[in-house]
């Protein structure tokens, strides 16, 4: 059983930053991938940044490109937290972001959202001009 908890977001102006957290409770499963999901208005749901963790416990990460060089996921394993660090936001990184997490391992990178077990409710991030 797993439970995925988001927190952050909000509103800021373009070229600002924000950080969402996804706190993670796991109980007897092996979690493989964690991921950050979004969807704007009108759009598809997308895969912003992945983490994957292989069975000898190493780990990759994987960004869409129109957000590398200015968002960061990372996590602390100590505080079973998943981030998402946000940096020179635009408009168009608007949407519903959703922490994600699947025990099923298909290799370094896994986009597709039907093969993910858990999902966050979702937060808001909306980025003016």
């Known amino acids: 059983q797993v439970q995925l908890m988001e927190s952050g977001g909000g509103s800021v102006q373009a070229g600002g930053s924000l950080r969402l957290s996804c706190a993670v409770s796991a109980f007897n499963v092996r979690i493989y991938y964690m991921t950050w999901f979004r969807q704007g208005p009108g759009k598809q749901r997308e895969v912003v940044a992945s983490i994957y963790h292989d069975i000898n416990g190493d780990g990759s990460a994987f960004y869409a490109d129109s957000v590398k060089g200015r968002f960061t996921i990372s996590e602390d394993n100590a505080k079973n937290t998943m981030y998402l660090q946000m940096n020179s936001l635009k408009p168009d990184d608007t949407a519903m972001y959703y922490c994600?997490?699947?025990?099923?391992?298909?290799?370094?990178?896994?986009?597709?959202?039907?093969?993910?077990?858990?999902w966050g409710q979702g937060v808001q991030v909306t980025v003016s001009s």
């Open positions: 994600a997490a699947s025990t099923n391992n298909g290799g370094r990178l896994l986009l597709d959202e039907a093969q993910y077990n858990y």
